[in-house]
């Protein structure tokens, strides 16, 4: 049966693979890259220099170009706008699984930070697989997230004591207004409207990271104030404007207790 390995490559330096990637990497005959178009073309490049260095059998590398994806869409249209590219980018899977591996050939998907956080690679292949007509097993590797890589770089935990810790975007961050109830530590991704900026002020502090693991790394921190706001925005659009792309995360942490909101937060307290 053809087997398709999922492996995790870390996010963004290449001595982040594991010793189960590079095992995994050693294995497959064929290597699947999607091409997200010329600006990223950076992200290309380091699973090519990964393949350089960790993987020994003569292999084949087919590079399919990523579907266009409405990334603005409004809140309500969102789902709807990732299931339809879902579909199209499982469409492209299928093709390459069916016709690029042989019947007891082994490819693999070479997935950036880890397989399980925010990548879509997972699901569609069970998906592809549900479709059924396409034969095939799947093994996933799991990799160093920029979630991580993050919370390493500023040599902090992600969570407090016994606490814990949410995931989210940038833009349930944004449509929330701030931290959930209860919530001490949130860390963003894919946050391309900075949701940090709405909150500044709140007794928060922010640890934040570019290009993680990378030699263009950034990292900033500190109190989250209108000033710390500023100079993230400024740091990000900048590099942004010189490299064509930005791949941004970042770590907020409430250090001080949430000022009240209204009535129904102090319900229940002294009178
Ligand atoms: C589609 S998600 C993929 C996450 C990935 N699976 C992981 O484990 O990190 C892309 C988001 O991950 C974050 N990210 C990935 N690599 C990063 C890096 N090297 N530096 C900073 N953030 C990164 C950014 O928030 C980016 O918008």
């Known amino acids: 049966m053809k087997h398709v390995y999922v492996i995790g490559i870390g996010a963004g330096d290449p001595e982040q693979l594991t010793l189960q990637a590079v095992r995994a990497l050693g294995r497959a005959e064929v290597f699947f890259l999607l091409d997200k178009g010329e600006d990223k073309a950076g992200l290309v490049r380091l699973r090519e220099e990964i393949l350089e260095r960790h993987a020994p059998r003569p292999h084949r590398i087919v590079v399919a170009t990523d579907p266009d994806r409405d990334r603005d869409a409004a809140t309500g249209a969102y789902a709807p706008a990732v299931d339809d590219w879902r579909r199209r980018r499982g469409d492209i899977y299928q093709r390459l699984i069916a016709e690029e591996l042989a019947d007891d050939g082994c490819g693999a998907f070479l997935v950036w930070g880890d397989p399980a956080l925010y990548d879509s690679t997972l699901a569609i292949l069970e998906d592809v697989h549900a479709r059924g007509g396409t034969d095939f097993d799947w093994t996933v590797v799991p990799g160093i997230s920029s979630v991580a890589t993050l919370a390493a770089r500023h040599r902090t935990g992600l969570n407090q004591v016994g606490r814990p810790v949410q995931i989210t975007t940038g833009r349930r961050l944004a449509d929330a207004g701030g931290l ?92």
């Open 180 to 271: 959930p109830q209860g919530v001490d530590d949130v860390v963003v991704m894919l946050d391309a409207r900075q949701a940090f900026g709405a909150l500044t002020g709140q007794g928060l502090h922010i640890y934040w990271g570019a290009y993680l693991g990378t030699p263009d790394e950034i990292l900033l921190a500190g109190p989250l104030d209108d000033a710390l706001a500023d100079r993230i925005r400024a740091t990000r659009a900048e590099a942004r404007a010189r490299k064509g792309w930005i791949m941004d995360t970042y770590l907020l942490r409430r250090t001080q207790p949430p000022a009240p909101r209204g009535p129904a937060d102090t319900a229940g307290g002294p009178r």
